[in-house]
């Protein structure tokens, strides 16, 4: 199983991102897909969720403001961030965990600065 995600960058409070996670080796279509993320000296945060029939839910910190999408055709989740804040900043991590067993992405760096 791989997941690479990509779209991270440094962005002015107020911009916005989309993020991908491109995931291979598992059926995508099948699985719930999630979005964490880290701050700097802070602890993990789960922030947007798929799942197969495409409900999700999002951390309060960013409902309103961020989407989670899936394309089953290119196996791939996205999350578009907008109005983002300097607290935003993190490293964003793609997460599945397909028959119980966890797999994570490298991680892409958003940074949210003037």
């Known amino acids: 199983v791989q997941l690479v995600e990509s779209g991270g960058g440094l962005v002015q409070p107020g911009g916005s991102l989309r993020l991908s996670c491109a995931a291979s080796?598992?059926?995508?279509?099948?699985?719930?897909m999630d979005w964490y993320r880290q701050g700097p000296g802070k602890k993990s945060e789960l922030v947007a969720v798929i799942t197969s029939g495409r409900s999700t839910k999002y951390a309060n910190s960013v409902k309103g403001r961020y989407t989670i999408s899936r394309d089953n055709a290119k196996n791939t989740i996205y999350l578009q961030m907008n109005s983002l804040k300097p607290e935003d900043t993190a490293v964003y991590y793609c997460?599945?965990?397909?028959?119980?067993?966890?797999?994570w992405g490298q991680g892409t760096q958003v940074t949210v600065s003037p």
């Open positions: 080796g598992i059926i995508f279509s099948l699985d719930t």
């Open positions: 997460h599945t965990s397909p028959l119980g067993r966890p797999y």
